[in-house]
């Protein structure tokens, strides 16, 4: 389990991940690339705020982050370390409200980042894809929803 | 750092140093031989000290502090001497021999549990040989096996027991033997303590966590009947075992009836059934510890503190289950909050390597929010602005409106330098060499901008009302010597006619008269007005003090009703009279609305004007619109349905032509945009007009050529514009569609001029922004008595501002038939669609399509102005292979 990493790698989950849109090719890529927004980004920057509102969705490319919650007295929480391919930002890209939690960069990296008008281009011109990255966040949220009722 | 809710050894405090921990061991082996000794040499007092004291002081170390006897324990003291002195075989525990371990040690724990009252109890020499022998064991382990996984945490029949009452520890101790961890074991209480029994009882592997359950579960059993068995020497075997196990039984039964009657969890039961073991073994054990200590020290201990002890245990035992179900929910939360939606290994490489095609090196930095835009090949600065979702509010993409400038900070010398049409815009703005318009730059090389930079035409604070206190100039006549030039239409044709009279001329009185309320504004940026936050501030495209800088006069919300061209005047609907020397009509065109009743059934509108904006707007809102039908599916209908989108309609497309924009597309291009729009959720109707608009209560059926009904809230007319000829005809200038005019701009009447949408040129296109602009200069330089022509060579450009698809079109697309040439490429690739249809007359570049093919599209259409049309086949196939990773030769679908 994940508590027995016995080589002392710092912790990143890899145990219950759904994947998303697994096996597009590169050209299916392209389309999406074309139709979002690429950033690259430095350690140790603020990719996304807790509390600000910004509903887009984003890929990790490549490189390492945190995800930071502030606890009740203002310190700072580190709730998860993830790595490149994760997606992120999926909570407020379904309900458009404030961020959940922040993320920082832990080195330099690249994220793709999918706002609702780059969905809705991709959507467009290749509405499989969208629906499957759909499905695949439900397939998330439909987890946490199962297991936080068990909480 | 933070504290881990489930830390391993390496993440915990040494509260003692290592030296302190050596010496109490080296002292709890000591105590370990004295008592063996006492055992074999001295049993009665041996016996008691083990069974009344020693051991019963296990238990509650276990729940409270375990760690403590896993660094002082005599048997993984010795069990990690030849790992200290480096005389261990460090051999790996199998996981057959894993599996060994976990059976002889429950199963070693209980046999030795059911030898106490028929032996241990009484027998110091037998208790005495089984601790050598457990100790024997324990060094045998530790030559043999690395780590702790020859004894500790394997084959050890205390590790059980240890990880049952320890399971969720009210404080845990660093493990001291373990540097470094060698990995030696599964789930290994010895680095991460909190997490172990919780891991094992939720293994993946059931084998391995059914065992840790089972013995959990039979525990309570096992002390309750040891407990309560009445031992005697004349029972039989069969009764003395059926009297201790059936305890056990009834508690595994007991175990899962609760899980599987009550749904309630394993790590919950376990941690109920170990510690109602612990509660009991110490309700029952506690009174024989009293005595013990009576035996031994003489000292008596009431009844009292015996109860006062036994509630203690209760207590710690209820804290101990509350511990566990905190980590309980610690691990779940964690786990919710680590569980992440990822790409797999593989996609994340095709990704990378998608992007390392598809991104140029060029980075943009923009200033006032330090954002780097990535900027792809064939993209504009704007499209990188607007795709970071930066503020900017482009019109006609095409360097002609002026709405996008951006202040270029750093690396303006690696931009290509402005072409015409972005150079005239930059300078009606005021804005040479100090901006660029997004829209028309392309950078080869990195740039800083700044799009905070005080550039805006419009304070974004002035409010209709006070256009009228601004309109400067006067309308009497006393300046009767000076030339006057009145144009009418405040749009492009009549700003750029007065713009570039004003740039040769700085004498002449110019008047701008117009019956909108409002500046020049952007008029191709209109449908923003139905989302944006800004009313109609950000389509301004004058800086505010425009009309006064230049000596202009402006006279807004202001009809002209009639022109006397005898008297040259015109008149206002104000009934004033106003001469003029000459006269520019610049009014432009308006949307045209078929005569029949049901296109002027309120909730039925047009898109020509800011009002027509705010209306459309103000209606939309009021009445809690839900469906939108567009008639018409030209380039306005078609630019309209983004607006409509936006705000969250439901929205439906009609047109009578066979495709989408049939007059600037080809077919397959008409296709490829219909296709687009209706994965956007949009309804496309086409080979089909309207036949009547029906009001039902709220609603309206719109009912289609073919038959359909459609249900909507509002309709939208886009079917075409008419020149605004309803002035020139009461100068009785000739008219056809708009009013005739030459090459020179000029009307049948000497005087006037008529420029823009409202004047037709026979056999030139009409109704775009580019040639109102071109016209007004001509115009007035043919005013001035200059010797300028119109040109109709010029191919004009549509560009169509739908967001997630570039299109452009120009020029005449004429039939596959004599003597022209059409030349197509297409490709596929993941869903974009790259579509070009290029027609050509010997040559000669008279018209094309291009969707989604930047690069292409954009060289073909300045290579067609440059070189003047003219264009080689060679030369045309040449521009093709710019970019192969854009067009591919080949066939589409
Ligand atoms: C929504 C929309 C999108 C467009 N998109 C594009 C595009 O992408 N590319 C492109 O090239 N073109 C586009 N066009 C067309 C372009 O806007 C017009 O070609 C251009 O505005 C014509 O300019 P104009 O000066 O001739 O007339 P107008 O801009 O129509 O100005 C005429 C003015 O004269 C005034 N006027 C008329 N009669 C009188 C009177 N009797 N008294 C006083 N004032 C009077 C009117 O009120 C009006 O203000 C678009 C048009 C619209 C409506
Ligand atoms: S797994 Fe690591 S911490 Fe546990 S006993 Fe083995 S060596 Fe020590
Ligand atoms: S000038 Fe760039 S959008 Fe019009």
Redesign the pocket.
């Known amino acids: 389990m994940q508590y027995f990493n016995y080589n002392q790698e710092k912790p990143t989950s890899s145990v219950n991940n759904i994947s998303v849109l697994s096996g597009l090719n590169e050209e299916e890529w392209e389309m999406i690339i074309f139709n979002s927004h690429s950033i690259d980004f430095l350690a140790d920057e603020i990719l996304l705020k807790e509390g600000e509102v910004d509903n887009a969705l984003y890929i990790l490319v490549s490189g390492k982050v945190e995800v930071l919650s502030s606890s009740l007295f203002g310190r700072e929480k580190i709730l998860a370390c993830i790595e490149e391919g994760s997606v992120f930002g999926e909570i407020s890209f379904f309900d458009n409200l404030p961020r959940t939690a922040s993320i920082r960069s832990l080195t330099a990296g690249k994220v793709l980042r999918i706002s609702h008008k780059s969905f809705d281009k991709i959507a467009a011109w290749n509405p499989k894809i969208a629906q499957q990255l759909l499905f695949d966040l439900g397939r998330l949220l439909a987890y946490r929803f199962r297991n936080k009722a068990i909480l | 750092m933070n504290k881990p809710a489930f830390p391993n050894y390496t993440q915990l405090p040494s509260r003692l140093p290592p030296a302190i921990w050596w010496f109490f061991r080296g002292i709890v082996l000591l105590i370990t031989f004295l008592q063996i000794y006492l055992l074999f040499f001295k049993p009665e007092i041996g016996l008691v000290l083990f069974w009344q004291l020693l051991i019963p002081l296990l238990p509650l170390s276990f729940a409270i502090v375990p760690g403590v006897w896993r660094n002082i324990c005599p048997m993984a003291f010795l069990n990690q001497l030849p790992r200290k002195f480096g005389i261990s075989k460090e051999k790996t525990l199998s996981e057959n021999l894993k599996k060994v371990a976990l059976y002889t040690s429950v199963i070693a724990f209980i046999v030795f549990v059911l030898f106490r009252h028929p032996v241990l109890n009484h027998s110091g020499v037998y208790l005495g040989l089984v601790l050598l022998l457990a100790l024997f064991l324990a060094l045998v382990g530790g030559l043999i096996f690395k780590g702790r996984s020859g004894w500790c945490g394997t084959f050890c029949p205390l590790a059980p027991i240890q990880k049952a009452y320890g399971h969720a520890p009210l404080l845990v101790v660093k493990n001291g033997y373990c540097e470094p961890c060698l990995g030696c074991q599964k789930n290994c209480y010895d680095f991460n303590p909190r997490a172990a029994v919780f891991s094992d009882l939720n293994d993946p592997d059931t084998w391995w966590s059914e065992k840790r359950k089972f013995f959990i579960a039979l525990l309570p059993g096992l002390i309750i009947a040891f407990f309560n068995i009445s031992y005697s020497a004349e029972m039989t075997l069969l009764q003395y075992l059926t009297s201790m196990l059936m305890p056990m039984v009834t508690s595994v039964g007991l175990f899962y009836i609760l899980h599987n009657l009550f749904n309630v969890g394993f790590y919950k039961l376990a941690s109920l059934f170990s510690m109602a073991a612990l509660s009991l073994f110490y309700w029952y054990g506690t009174p024989v510890v009293a005595k013990g200590i009576f035996i031994l020290f003489d000292i008596s201990i009431s009844e009292f503190l015996i109860t006062i002890f036994q509630y203690f245990v209760a207590v710690v035992s209820l804290l101990v289950i509350i511990r566990g179900l905190f980590s309980e929910y610690q691990h779940k939360k964690s786990q919710l909050n680590s569980t992440q939606a990822v790409i797999g290994v593989g996609d994340v490489g095709t990704l990378q390597s998608a992007l390392s095609h598809t991104q140029s090196l060029v980075q943009i930095t923009e200033e006032s929010t330090g954002s780097k835009l990535v900027l792809q090949p064939g993209k504009t600065l704007l499209d990188a602005i607007e795709e970071a979702e930066l503020p900017i509010m482009p019109?006609?993409?095409?360097g002609?409106c002026g709405s996008d400038p951006v202040v270029i900070t750093n690396g303006m010398e690696g931009l290509d330098p402005p072409g015409e049409a972005e150079l005239t815009t930059l300078r009606r703005l005021g804005l040479e060499g100090k901006a660029r318009l997004a829209c028309c730059c392309k950078p080869k090389k990195n740039i800083s901008i700044n799009l905070k930079a005080d550039l805006s035409p419009s304070t974004g604070e002035e409010d209709n009302q006070n256009h009228e206190l601004e309109q400067s100039g006067t309308l009497e006549e006393n300046d009767d010597d000076l030339f006057k030039i009145i144009i009418?239409?405040?749009?492009?044709?009549?700003?750029s006619t007065a713009e570039r009279l004003r740039e040769k001329d700085s004498e002449c009185k110019i008047t701008v008269?117009?019956?909108?309320a409002y500046p020049f504004y952007n008029?191709?940026?209109?449908?923003k007005v139905l989302y944006g936050r800004t009313a109609l501030q950000d389509l301004y495209l004058m800086k505010e003090d425009w009309y006064k800088e230049n000596n202009i006069n402006s006279w807004l919300n202001?009809?002209?009703?009639r022109i006397d061209t005898e008297n040259k005047q015109i008149i206002l609907?104000i009934g004033k009279a106003v001469k003029y020397d000459k006269l520019v009509l610049?009014?432009?065109?308006?949307?045209f609305v078929p005569d029949q009743p049901c296109y002027q059934l309120p909730g039925v509108f047009t898109?020509?004007?800011a009002d027509d904006?705010l209306n459309l707007r103000a209606w939309v809102q009021q009445n809690s619109v839900k469906r939108a039908v567009i008639l018409g599916g030209g380039?306005?209908g078609v630019?309209?349905i983004e607006a409509l989108l936006e705000i969250g309609l439901d929205v439906s497309i009609v047109n009578t032509g066979p495709y989408l924009m049939n007059r600037q597309l080809d077919e397959i291009s008409g296709d490829i945009l219909s296709k687009f729009l209706v994965n956007k959720g949009v309804k496309v109707f086409t080979n089909t007009g309207i036949k009547d608009i029906v009001q039902q209560a709220d609603i309206k059926q719109v009912e289609l050529g073919n038959g359909e009904i459609l249900k909507t809230d509002i309709v939208l007319l886009c079917i075409g514009?008419r020149a605004?000829i309803?002035?020139a005809k009461t100068a009785k200038l000739i008219t056809n569609r708009g009013v005739i005019v030459d090459e020179q701009m000029r009307t049948s009447d000497p005087d006037i001029f008529c420029?823009?949408?409202?004047?037709e040129l026979p056999d030139a296109i009409?109704?775009?922004?580019?040639?109102?602009s071109d016209?007004?200069k001509v115009a007035a330089n043919v005013l001035l008595g200059e010797d300028d022509y119109y040109s109709t060579k010029s191919l004009?450009?549509?560009?169509?501002?739908v967001s997630g698809i570039d299109l452009k079109s120009f020029g005449a697309l004429k039939e596959s038939h004599d003597g022209y040439a059409i030349n197509k490429y297409g490709s596929f690739t993941g869903g974009i669609i790259r579509w070009t249809y290029v027609v050509s007359k010997k040559g000669v570049l008279v018209g094309g399509v291009f969707v989604n093919t930047p690069m292409v599209a954009n060289n073909v259409i300045s290579a067609s102005k440059e070189i003047d049309n003219v264009l080689t086949s060679e030369e045309l196939q040449n521009l093709f292979l710019i970019d192969e990773k854009v067009i591919k030769k080949g066939k589409i679908w």
């Open positions: 019109g006609c993409r095409m002609m009418i239409g405040n749009g492009i044709a009549g700003i008269i117009t019956k909108e008029r191709m940026g209109l449908e202001t009809q002209v009703n609907a610049a009014t432009g065109a308006t949307a898109l020509r004007n904006a380039v306005l630019e309209a514009i605004d309803a002035l420029v823009g949408d409202a004047a009409g109704g775009l922004w580019a040639i109102g016209q007004g004009p450009t549509v560009q169509l501002k």
